[in-house]
């Protein structure tokens, strides 16, 4: 009888009903249909633009969400007239301005047509969620690398599922789901986890954020609240842009 009314309860949790165990199954439809509360309604966008709920953080118009992620002053990456954004070399990281906990992003992203270097100095810049967990860009096109620091890893914590990138120089779309981490008491409760698709194509399935994600050394687990988006400058002349850069704030 235990098993049995440990059983039951665990399909009306999966099923999303929290009924009692002991009581008789429901006879009629109405008896397990509900209708509060009420999903809010979100228009879809057309033809790659945002949903109506969305925050557009660039839009190719300026850069007046974004900052210089070492001293706050104005971001000073290169405006396109294309509505594109590049990273100006060796002036440092951007982050947004709004911070923000879980989130749905969408960007777009693209390595420079001419081919440069090899390895980690090609095309590689980063997407930092709450400015520390990092999606990886890069080319990776005919371009081998340690596959914890290829394109869409979450860097050197998973590989992806998949390669999927376009030809060198064309755009790259991410479709980025992230659940922040918990805190108490200065403490990590649970942890983060990103999905992403690449394309199109699920590379990253709910992956568990194991802590910051630093080139040399352990990930880390500094507790934190919200926190800004942050794109980086790889400093080495990678020449990424972006374009179309929105989130739907999950929590």
């Not at 006879?27 to 309604?41: F, I, S």
């Not at 914590?157 to 108490?184: C, K, R």
């Not at 194509?201 to 040399?216: A, M, R, S």
Request: glycine share 8%; charged share 20%; net charge negative.
């Amino acid at each position: 009888m235990k098993r049995l009314r440990y059983t039951l309860g665990v399909v009306a949790m999966m099923t999303g009903f929290y009924i009692n165990a002991q009581e008789v199954e429901p006879t009629k439809p109405e008896a397990t249909e509900l209708y509060k509360p009420v999903p809010p309604k979100v228009t879809p966008g057309e033809n790659g633009a945002p949903p109506s709920d969305a925050i557009v953080l660039f839009d190719g118009t300026s850069l007046d969400k974004w900052m210089s992620a070492a001293d706050s002053t104005d971001a000073k990456w290169v405006l396109n007239k294309d509505g594109s954004m590049t990273v100006k070399d060796k002036t440092g990281d951007i982050v947004t301005k709004q911070n923000f906990g879980s989130i749905q992003l969408h960007i777009e992203w693209k390595s420079p047509a001419e081919v440069q270097r090899d390895g980690q100095n090609r095309g590689n810049s980063g997407i930092f969620l709450n400015g520390l967990y990092e999606v990886q860009v890069l080319d990776n096109n005919d371009n081998d690398t340690y596959v914890n620091g290829q394109v869409a890893s979450i860097y050197k914590q998973h590989t992806p599922l998949a390669m999927a990138s376009v030809p060198t120089g064309e755009w790259n779309t991410y479709d980025i789901i992230y659940h922040a981490p918990e805190f108490e008491k200065g403490q990590k409760v649970k942890s983060g986890t990103l999905t992403v698709i690449h394309n199109g194509v699920l590379v990253q399935d709910h992956v568990e954020i194991k802590g910051t994600t630093p080139y040399i050394g352990w990930p880390k687990n500094p507790p934190h609240g919200k926190g800004p988006l942050r794109l980086q400058d790889h400093g080495d002349n990678s020449r990424v842009s972006f374009r179309n850069i929105w989130v739907r704030e999950l929590n």
